[in-house]
T-cell receptor, first 111, second 112 residues
């Protein structure tokens, strides 16, 4: 089955800096790669996703890149703000299977 | 907006009790999922269901069972609760295929 590794487990940045979180996956058949943000006391919410036919996707300050050959994908947050502080999860799956998640990254943005 | 509702935010149960965690979604999604979240371990899949009365084991199904009698409702059952099942339980739903999963707010279960 699929296995997703996520690094780092914690990340501290200054407001305005960039943050990068990296994930690798094991199943070359996976073709959907979402990123979720979880704030305290809430369930995870999708912030951006990418499919295997695309190499990069951007949404304002957030971008995701995918390298299918190396089986890794990354989340990039630019101009970080205190409200970006949360736990971030990457995940991977293919049709007919459930999302398999990484272990999460706790991002702290200090002002 | 998609809404996934879990019946309880907090539950405290005794060791050996049979525990039911209920989840309802209002978007006619085919897929429903139960995950368990523990610090440092991320979200681990317990069971998922892609249709009424259908279920698939996830990575950690031991000690759990599920029931899906109606499309909108997916129940997680702890047959005999144990202290190592103290955790946050998250329900999610989604369309068929490789797509976004929508999560409920979670149930924090404590087994004493």
């Amino acid at each position: 089955g699929e296995n997703v590794e996520q690094h780092p487990s914690t990340l501290s940045v200054q407001e305005g800096d960039s943050a990068v979180i990296k994930c690798t996956y094991s199943d070359s058949a996976s073709n959907y790669f979402p990123w979720y943000k979880q704030e305290l006391g809430k369930g995870p919410q999708l912030i951006i996703d990418i499919r295997s036919n695309v190499g990069e996707k951007k949404d304002q300050r957030i971008a995701v890149t995918l390298n299918k050959t190396a089986k890794h994908f990354s989340l990039h947050i630019t101009e970080t703000q205190p409200e970006d502080s949360a736990v971030y999860f990457c995940a991977a799956n293919q049709a007919g299977t459930a999302l398999i998640f990484g272990k999460g990254t706790t991002l702290s943005v200090s002002s | 907006d998609v809404k996934v509702t879990q019946s309880s935010r907090y539950l405290v149960k005794r060791t050996g009790e049979k525990v039911f965690l209920e989840c309802v979604q209002d978007m006619d999604h085919e897929n429903m999922f139960w995950y368990r979240q523990d610090p440092g371990l991320g979200l681990r899949l317990i069971y998922f269901s892609y249709d009424v009365k259908m279920k698939e084991k996830g990575d950690i199904p031991e000690g759990y069972s599920v029931s899906r009698e109606k499309k909108e409702r997916f129940s997680l059952i702890l047959e005999s609760a144990s202290t190592n099942q103290t955790s946050m339980y998250l329900c999610a739903s989604g369309l068929l295929g490789a797509t976004e999963a929508f999560f409920g707010q979670g149930t924090r279960l404590t087994v004493v």
